[in-house]
């Protein structure tokens, strides 16, 4: 199964956000995690991927497929789930499941109808497949966007933000889907909810403001993170001296405290207590900025 | 002040959005070339009337308000739609605002922003309507008043009233279709309300009333307004506006209100009825992953294209086509069809036809279904391009492995599929129609043709055009905008110059379709045309595949790049197909249209005839012989369209010196093969492009010698014209004829003697345009031209012998004037056989004949030795006992009246409905199809005009062809006015006094509504020429007020004296001067300030009933008093009047209850100003007034009588 190659990748939109710079990345079979807050660029690179939108320079390719250029040939093996999409609210689920069936290319109504099925009962949508869309909550109409990424098995997936605003049981639900499809194809999963990736991912990479600050698996981020994540409950007036004088990667509230976790080689002194770290601490250390060069640098010779 | 913050937000946001002031841009823009084109336009038509009119700069008000429909349209909708489409809607109604505020704030702040728009338009006239915009001589001079007060009492109320409207629907129905619909239905109901009073006079309040526009008080006001009037009154701000508009403010008000009321601010989702269907959650917490049960392999060969196109074409045409406003839409348009449908199946009188599919489905691709059609089009088109992104699942959609281009095909076909839907609706509509007026013979096959042959090709390449334009705007309400500004250009383009079918997308050289002919010559251009825009649709829908918008990039530079990218063979292809069509159409029709039929723009063809004259005026009275014998040997050949006519003249010189030139006009639309003299001579000129053709006898035609001419001429058709193709020789009714004073000059087809003062360019303003001096339309009644001892016999008509042999089609009857002396058939004659008819008139005619030939049916009987003919279309047998009785009727009574009647027959014969005329010839009458063969009559209701036609027709037997008029002013006077009146003398004998008031009610309406709209100065009746308003308005207005006043019998007298004096064929022929001269032998002498009033003059009265009192006189008798004003008025030609002394002996009626007799009607003096005038009758008065039949022309005719209120008296 090919490799998703992606080189010197760049955008910048008309009002001058640098959305995408010099983004490479080689994204194996599997679930990739692309992780990133707000406004990063994950959308934006998701979209090129999926041949949304134009690059202003760099390439990418899938196996031997220029993605840039044969459009219609990377679609017949694209799903895609934006994270913002509507579904014309008149129509059923099996209706317009199946619209999509005839785009996708499955043109033999006995397979089609097989198809649908299949994909409907996989993301447990069978039982409401003759209710219109516009009934649907959003947990179903993700699942559904999901049964409409999943036609025809694509070997590339691209899943951006899917489990915004889904609660805690419909967010299950979800991954496990998921994690069926990465057991064939390409996946890309965007999220900026780090617990989607630890769960999920066998690799992924950090993203803001357009840069790749990490590329990694998020089991080896976290062991290198390993006795380098320490934290210390501060109460507010002290939270800006430590700040000064450590790298704070976050403060959280627990049951009303602060905790503050420092990145630091060796413990950075009195009251500080080692903490056992996780993908969190890998994300918020990247963002830090500290700590970018060390494993971009390894993301790099890695590939 | 939560409102005016919401109003400085919406003002501010909008004019902060470039849409908001390209819209703008656009909407002036458009606003104020339709309004200039407009009004200079009538300017020009109308010779005096300025450009600047106050009545033109108010026209042109309510023009601007109908196009301001379009952007009220768009800005409201989006005013009304914004918050839930941006999903926005919940943080607003979670905002401490309350719903007024909140509408009001919206209403006011889109109001304010339209009205900056509508307000700019008459700002820019004011400075566009002066030099060197507009041409000097067309303007009056400025007044600002005159821009101010339109857009005061007109425009800008329309836009609050429309606005309203548009917002209310907006917010009521959250959804942009019935907004926009909405302000189609205002628009067409506007237009509907102006056409439909015309008809139904009793509805004029109530549709001014209910206009929103102000449109129909508007031409209410104007309505009998001279063009001095209109160059000069101000709007008059009258009551009917003024109610209108209160009416009209009311209701916004209540509108408002309403639409306060019954909004909620929430979020839509749960105000809708879908409250959340109950959903069944199954889904446990873990899911077993189940792989698909086995591996499917997408296919995307060609073959998997098909199912891909279809499932597009077919969910999209599927979703727009099973909506709810899609069922609105349809039943709209069915009322739409049932409403108006009976109501415009009526020939050009609005006398009703009986529904034949070929009105039923001329009616539904006529102007008002079309137009819906078209605006349809243009809002489906949005939907469809604009289909995903609006509901979010554009990235979905975008990122599936369908090419550009089945998407972009399968959406126009999804297009197409709902605009055979709509055509469909129109069908049933049709045929429900025809079902409802009892008439079952469907003609489906015709319906097809016309609704999805021909009218569906016309909607797909405005689909094409309405796509491309979506596509490449790529905002649906600029898109909207866009696509409406493209076919109202299309609708104007003659406007701007643009007359080639060539050069206006999706025009054609039009067609007409006729039981009797089919559709003729008409079709085969017109399908050349449909190909010629088919190749530039594919064009368009390759540029638009190319244009596609596929994801997220927007730009210009991307999608100019993509549109490279995407160029590959399959476009390549395609565009070289379109070349191919375009180029090939294209080049066929131009070399059809400009080099075989010799394509000439109006203005061209002007100025053909302007040179003819400046070439060839000189001629105009050089003695000429007169021609007295035609003898023609025609071969018709229906299925070519061919026609050739060998025949000789004999000419005759009538002048008392002799002649040794001679000219002829050979008409240049045919070939004339030969042309020779049984003597010696030579051609001087001969000048084939305009027809000239000067021709020198050897030895000169002494006076009173007569000498014979041959010729050959061929007629047939090169090629097709750019528009109106030659109907006068079709497969089957053929029909052309040879009349010096014809209306359609290409159908005097063989040589004319003498120079043509007909082809001469008439109306003053064209003239000036091609450099020629004024010109008098006809010879002055007083002039030289009638002295009988002068050489000049222009002014003379010329009486003919006649007599031909027309071969046709062996099952086709050929028609001409005479008595039929043989018909045979020749079967060896061309491939089918050939059948022969001899026709030879017995007696001396006026030269003008006609010649048909057609598969006809034949209906014959005698009346007095007279045999009575009718040739009609087999299938068109609804009138013929009509027409029959009605001729019979004509002939009793005028031979009764008149004189004798000179033919042994007289003949009726259809042709096909190119022209909707009725026209007379010596013993024969052409009688279009859709006149009179095909009415509806009822005559308990209408006039039958039927009758009426056939009447006049047949009496022009008597008054044009017995009593021949001199070729000088007044000569209409003497033929169509009597034949007019006559005609109305046989309606009487039929059906009585009643149907005559009916026909006269209408004749005085028209009378003053078209001298309000002519184009050329008003002249008394006496001095008429082409001046068709007076000759058939006020024609049988003027001689019915005289029978009235003098009697039946007198006037009859003198008409008897008139044919008794000028009957026999040749000089002296009569003027109107004669009439005018036996009518005063007819009048008594108290009368003959009238005869002055009515003929020799225009003259107009106000009578009015201003009061009245009844008192009991005894025995039940009553003293009637009434309070009666008058005034009277002289006219000039552009109806600028001015008040003469009255004393006239009018009419005053005292009437009792409605259907019984007059108690009292007597004629009194009547002097001008206020006078009371007292009377006894026996019996109860119910109304009591002046002039009671309304014999005198006077614009308020409605206050001649008042009801008596007798109980009050009492």
Request: charged share 20%.
């Amino acid at each position: 199964m090919p490799d998703l190659r992606i080189r010197d990748l760049s955008k910048t939109y008309p009002n001058g956000v640098h959305a995408l710079q010099r983004i490479n990345l080689t994204i194996p079979p599997g679930m990739y995690g692309l992780l990133g807050p707000n406004g990063a660029g994950k959308s934006t690179l998701m979209r090129t991927i999926a041949t949304l939108q134009e690059p202003d320079e760099g390439e990418i390719h899938l196996g031997s497929l220029d993605v840039l250029r044969q459009k219609d040939e990377v679609r017949k093996t694209l799903g895609y789930l934006p994270q913002e999409f509507g579904v014309y609210p008149k129509t059923t689920a099996e209706r317009l499941l199946n619209h999509f069936a005839v785009l996708r290319g499955i043109t033999r109504r006995g397979e089609r109808r097989d198809v649908v099925e299949s994909l409907l009962r996989q993301t447990n949508l069978w039982d409401v497949r003759k209710q219109k869309l516009g009934g649907f909550s959003g947990g179903m109409r993700q699942r559904f966007g999901v049964a409409i990424a999943m036609i025809g098995n694509p070997r590339l997936l691209i899943v951006d933000e899917p489990t915004a605003g889904l609660d805690p049981a419909e967010r299950v639900r979800f991954l496990n889907l998921l994690a069926e499809l990465g057991e064939q194809s390409v996946v890309i999963l965007s999220t900026h909810i780090v617990e989607d990736v630890s769960e999920l991912c066998t690799r992924m990479a950090i993203i803001d403001r357009g840069r790749i600050l990490l590329e990694s698996e998020p089991h080896r981020a976290v062991g290198d993170l390993q006795g380098r994540i320490w934290s210390r409950v501060v109460s507010r007036d002290e939270l800006a001296a430590l700040e000064r004088e450590q790298v704070v990667i976050s403060t959280k509230l627990l049951a009303g405290r602060t905790i503050a976790h420092v990145f630091r080689d060796g413990s950075p002194g009195q009251g500080f207590e080692a903490v056992a770290p996780d993908l969190e601490d890998v994300y918020f250390s990247a963002m830090s900025g500290r700590y970018a060069g060390h494993y971009g640098a390894a993301a790099t010779a890695q590939s | 002040m939560n409102f005016l913050e919401i109003v400085r937000f919406e003002i501010d946001y909008r004019l902060r959005r470039p849409y908001t002031w390209i819209l703008g841009a656009v909407f002036v823009g458009m606003a104020c070339l339709l309004a200039m084109k407009v009004m200079v336009g009538e300017a020009e038509r109308a010779g005096d009337l300025h450009a600047n009119a106050p009545s033109l700069v108010g026209m042109a008000a309510v023009l601007v308000s109908m196009l301001g429909l379009v952007i009220s349209a768009a800005l409201f909708s989006e005013a009304a739609l914004r918050d839930d489409d941006t999903r926005m809607s919940s943080l607003f109604a979670t905002s401490p605002i309350t719903k007024t505020e909140y509408l009001a704030g919206r209403f006011v702040g889109t109001l304010l922003v339209n009205a900056l728009f509508v307000s700019v338009v008459p700002i820019m006239l004011m400075l566009l309507m002066r030099p060197p915009f507009v041409k000097e001589e067309l303007l009056g001079p400025f007044r600002a008043a005159t821009y101010v007060q339109p857009a005061i009492a007109l425009l800008l109320p329309s836009v609050l009233f429309t606005g309203a409207l548009l917002f209310a629907v907006g917010v009521l129905t959250r959804r942009t279709l019935a907004v926009f619909a909405t302000a189609a239905f205002v628009f067409l109901g506007g237009m509907m309300a102006e056409e439909y009073i015309e008809g139904e006079r009793g509805l004029a309040p109530l549709a001014t009333l209910i206009d929103p526009l102000g449109f129909v008080a508007l031409s209410e006001n104007w309505e009998f307004w001279t063009t001095h009037e209109k160059n000069t009154r101000p709007l008059d701000v009258d009551a009917s506006l003024l109610w209108n508009r209160l009416l009209w403010t009311v209701l916004t008000g209540a509108i408002l209100l309403f639409t306060r009321w019954r909004f909620r601010m929430t979020v839509p989702s749960q105000r809708r009825k879908g409250r959340l269907e109950d959903q069944k959650e199954v889904s446990p917490a873990h899911v077993s992953p189940r792989p698909s049960s086995r591996l499917f392999r997408a296919s995307f060969n060609g073959r998997a294209r098909i199912p891909q196109f279809v499932s597009i074409a077919g969910d999209s045409a599927r979703e727009l086509v099973f909506s709810r406003d899609f069922a609105v839409i349809a039943v709209l348009m069915a009322i739409m069809v049932l409403s108006f449908g009976s109501e415009s199946i009526s020939d050009d009188f609005r006398t009703p036809l009986w529904p034949l599919t070929q009105f039923v489905a001329g009616f539904l691709v006529s102007f008002l279904p079309a137009l819906t059609m078209a605006l349809l089009t243009t809002f489906y088109a949005g939907e469809l391009v604009h289909r995903e992104r609006s509901v979010g699942l554009a990235d979905i959609a975008d990122a599936s492995p369908v090419p550009d281009w089945i998407i972009y095909t399968g959406k126009v076909a999804a297009l197409g599929l709902v605009l055979v839907t709509l055509q469909a609706v129109l069908m049933a509509s049709g045929l429900v129609v025809q079902v409802t007026s009892g008439h079952f013979d469907f003609e489906i096959a015709l319906y097809l043709r016309i609704l999805f042959g021909l009218k569906l090709t016309s909607y797909l390449l405005l689909a094409a055009l309405a796509m491309l334009v979506h596509v490449v705007v790529d905002n649906k309400y600029l898109g909207h905008v866009v696509v409406v500004i493209c076919h109202l250009f299309t609708m104007f383009a003659t406007r701007f110059g643009l007359h080639h079918n060539l050069l206006v997308y999706g025009r054609d050289s039009g067609w007409t379709y006729s039981d009797i002919s089919q559709f003729g010559p008409f079709l085969r251009p017109v399908l050349w045309f449909k190909l010629y825009w088919g190749g530039w649709a594919l064009l368009f829908a390759v540029i638009a595949g190319l244009l596609w918008i596929r994801g997220r990039d927007r730009g210009v530079a991307t999608r100019l790049r993509l549109a490279r990218q995407r160029f590959g063979r399959r476009a390549a292809f395609a565009t070289a197909l379109a070349a191919l069509i375009v180029i090939g159409a294209g080049g066929f029709i131009f070399y059809n249209t400009n080099v075989l039929a010799g394509y000439r723009t109006p203005f061209e063809a002007e100025e053909q005839s302007a040179e003819y004259e400046r070439r060839y005026g000189k001629f105009e009275n050089a003695p000429q012989p007169a021609v007295t014998g035609t003898k023609l040997h025609v071969e018709i050949d229906p299925e070519r369209r061919v026609v050739d006519v060998r025949g000789t003249y004999t000419l005759v010189n009538k002048t008392a010196a002799p002649i040794r030139t001679i000219h002829l006009f050979l008409n240049p639309e045919v070939e004339t093969r030969a042309v020779s003299f049984d003597r010696g001579s030579r051609v001087v000129i001969a000048d084939d492009t305009l027809g000239h053709r000067t021709v020198e006898l050897a030895q000169a035609l002494e006076p009173g010698r007569s000498l014979h001419m041959a010729f050959d001429v061929r007629f047939e058709p090169r090629g097709f014209p750019n528009s109106d193709p030659n109907t006068s020789v079709v497969g089957n009714g053929t029909y052309f004829d040879h009349d010096g004073g014809g209306p359609v000059n290409h159908r005097r087809w063989l040589p004319l003697v003498g120079y043509q003062t007909s082809r001469e360019l008439s109306l003053a303003q064209v003239r000036r345009e091609h450099g020629l001096p004024p010109r008098p339309l006809a010879p002055s009644v007083t002039s030289s031209v009638l002295d009988s001892s002068s050489e000049k016999t222009a002014a003379w008509p010329e009486t003919i012998t006649f007599e031909a042999v027309i071969g046709t089609s062996p099952e086709q009857t050929a028609v001409a004037p005479g008595t039929l002396l043989r018909s045979w058939n020749d079967p060896s004659a061309g491939s089918g056989g050939r059948r022969y008819f001899h026709y030879a008139t017995e007696r001396p005619v006026r030269n003008t004949f006609a010649i048909f030939s057609a598969r006809y049916a034949v209906h014959r009987e005698t009346w007095n030795g007279v045999v009575i003919e009718l040739f009609y279309h087999p299938t068109h047998t609804f009138n013929v006992e009509r027409f029959a009785k009605a001729v019979r009727a004509s002939l009793e009574y005028y031979t009764k009246n008149f004189g004798p009647y000179p033919h042994r027959q007289i003949r009726v014969a259809a042709f096909p409905r190119y022209a909707n005329l009725a026209h007379a010839y010596p013993g024969m009458i052409a009688q279009a199809e859709a006149t009179g063969w095909l009415t509806k009559v009822d005559e308990r209701r209408e006039v039958d005009l039927a009758s009426m036609t056939v009447a006049r027709e047949v009496a022009q037997q008597w008054w044009g062809f017995q009593v021949i008029p001199a070729a000088v002013e007044g000569a209409p006077a003497v033929s169509e006015v009597l034949a007019q009146y006559s005609a109305l003398l046989v309606i009487e004998e039929l059906y009585g006094m009643d149907m005559v008031r009916r026909f006269l009610w209408n004749r005085r309406v028209e009378y003053l509504t078209q001298r309000s709209k002519a184009n050329h100065p008003e002249v008394p009746l006496l001095d008429v020429t082409n001046h068709a308003n007076v000759i058939d308005n006020k024609g049988p207005l003027v001689m019915y007020a005289l029978r009235q006043y003098v009697g039946a019998e007198p006037l009859n007298a003198a008409l008897r004296r008139l044919v008794a004096t000028h009957g026999s064929a040749g000089p002296p022929f009569a003027t109107s001067r004669d009439l005018y001269r036996e009518l005063q032998g007819a009048t008594p002498p108290e009368y003959h300030y009238l005869l002055k009033d009515l003929l020799e003059t225009i003259t107009l009265w106000n009578l009015r009933t201003t009061a009245i009192a009844a008192e009991p006189a005894g025995n039940g008798a009553w003293r009637v008093t009434l309070d009666v004003e008058a005034q009277k008025f002289r006219a000039g030609g552009s109806g600028k009047e001015t008040e003469v002394p009255m004393n006239d002996l009018v009419d005053v009626g005292v009437f009792g209850d409605a259907s019984a007799e007059p108690l009292y009607l007597q004629k009194h003096r009547i002097r001008s100003g206020r006078q009371r005038i007292s009377v006894v009758v026996n019996g109860t008065p119910a109304r009591a007034g002046v002039d009671p039949h309304q014999l005198l022309i006077d614009r308020n005719w409605s206050d001649n009588l008042r009801p008596v209120i007798v109980e009050q008296l009492r």
